[in-house]
């Protein structure tokens, strides 16, 4: 008879449960919308209402609470995680942490050395640092790709700014500078740095740290990042990147961010830090079933997480035991077999789409599934997963 639900055109029957065509899973981008729900059973709480004629003017004076509140509360917040030490350090608002990211390489590239400053991060990287350092084509600075290659660089070779991802991305690990001494500097991207992604083993207590909005709260349409910056110059010279790019960030924006952390912090964080972390353990234990019968495929970055639980268990820290969990962002996969040289393609036909390891500078034998989209997202991806893996013992 007739369907009682509105089926997608994956699913139909009576009840949705039948499946009509392979649908594409896409697990591509890193769209954090896995918190949707979470700010669904506080939508009151977080809704914000601008009147029109409000907050018209550039000046920041008038509205200078808000910054201050945000602020605040920012550095609040990383009080109750324990995830960074903020006490003297400036703190810098971004359109997200894009923007901060590229202040920051001019912000460290800008000195008085003639040559320009050598950029470089560690393999797997987040594209993005190697896309800004080329397009924006600076003559302070030069993309020098891995970092690995200059660990036994000559003291004559210049500066050095290292871009730190840590957690990783794509591969979730938390990570350490490579290259040390007086010519290197470091940028820490903790995008991931929370108790959704990561175990929080200490606090980072870097030079140049930076946040972003997008995967804490998961509105990354608002376009909201914060930089903490320890040396005045720096700061100032990030600050001109900020108002010479777009004056200063959206205030529409900073209102929302405040509203937002405003419902994070209710009883130190308890609701967004149970949710967070429990959906991506919960996700963590599906495909890691789903993979377990797997010798094709392998993931990357599993072991290196639970060594985190052990190394905390053994400390007693019982707040940070009850979050550390196999729980980054994306799971990172290896094809295994020799003829699968385009991990990339071999998920394509099962119609599940990940992100090349090319994309990461890796070999293509690696790809990057993200785990932090919709629900529905996941549920296609583990489907398909489970239809690719249950087909390996039949094709050899
Ligand atoms: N850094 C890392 C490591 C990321 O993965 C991302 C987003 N995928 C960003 C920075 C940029 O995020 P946003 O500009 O939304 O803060």
């Given at each position: 008879g007739e369907p009682i639900c509105e089926c997608n055109s994956c699913y139909g029957g009576k009840d949705c449960s039948e499946v009509l065509t392979e649908c594409l899973a896409d697990a591509?981008?890193?769209?954090?919308?896995?918190l949707e729900p979470f700010w669904m059973q506080h939508a009151a709480s977080s809704a914000v209402v601008v009147a029109?004629?409000?907050?018209?003017?550039?000046?920041?004076d008038d509205y200078s609470s808000i910054s201050e509140e945000l602020e605040k509360h920012i550095r609040q917040l990383h009080a109750v995680i324990?995830?960074?030490?903020?006490?003297?350090r400036f703190i810098l608002f971004g359109a997200g942490s894009t923007q901060l990211l590229n202040a920051a390489l001019f912000g460290l590239s800008?000195?008085?050395?003639?040559s320009p400053a050598n950029i470089v991060a560690s393999i797997?990287?987040?594209?993005l640092y190697e896309a800004q350092t080329k397009y924006f084509n600076s003559m302070e600075f030069k993309w020098k790709g891995?970092?690995?290659?200059?660990?036994?660089?000559?003291?004559?070779?210049g500066t050095f700014v290292e871009f730190v991802t840590s957690p990783n991305n794509p591969d979730g690990r938390l990570m350490k500078q490579v290259l040390k001494g007086p010519s290197s500097k470091t940028i820490f991207d903790?995008?991931?740095?929370?108790p959704h992604f990561s175990a929080i083993p200490t606090a980072a207590d870097e030079d140049l740290m930076i946040f972003t909005l997008s995967k804490l709260?998961?509105?990354?349409?608002?376009?909201f990042g914060w930089a903490f910056v320890r040396d005045e110059n720096i700061y100032k010279r990030m600050q001109m990147y900020i108002s010479l790019s777009s004056?200063?960030?959206?205030r529409d924006t900073q209102l929302r961010a405040l509203k937002l952390l405003k419902v994070v912090l209710k009883e130190n964080g308890k609701d967004l830090f149970e949710f967070g972390p429990k959906t991506m353990r919960n996700r963590w234990e599906r495909i890691s079933r789903s993979f377990?019968?797997?010798?094709r495929f392998s993931f990357r970055n599993l072991s290196l997480n639970i060594a985190i639980i052990f190394k905390i268990s053994q400390d007693h820290h019982q707040r940070l035991l009850t979050y550390s969990?196999?729980?980054?962002?994306?799971a990172w996969i290896?094809?295994?077999?020799?003829?699968?040289?385009?991990c990339n393609a071999v998920l394509k036909t099962a119609s599940i789409i990940g992100r090349g390891g090319s994309i990461f500078?890796?070999?293509?034998r690696y790809v990057r599934l993200s785990l932090i989209k919709s629900q529905d997202d996941f549920d296609l991806l583990i489907q398909n997963i489970d239809a690719l893996v249950s087909k390996e013992g039949g094709v050899a």
């Open positions: 591509d981008s890193g769209d954090p919308l896995f029109g004629w409000h907050r018209m003017s550039y000046r920041f324990g995830n960074a030490v903020t006490d003297g800008l000195d008085d050395s003639p797997p990287f987040y594209p891995n970092a690995s290659l200059w660990k036994n660089r000559s003291d004559s070779s903790h995008a991931y740095y929370w709260t998961g509105h990354a349409g608002s376009r004056m200063s960030v959206s377990s019968s797997s010798k969990w196999p729980s980054a962002a994306y290896k094809c295994e077999r020799a003829e699968d040289q385009d500078n890796a070999e293509s």
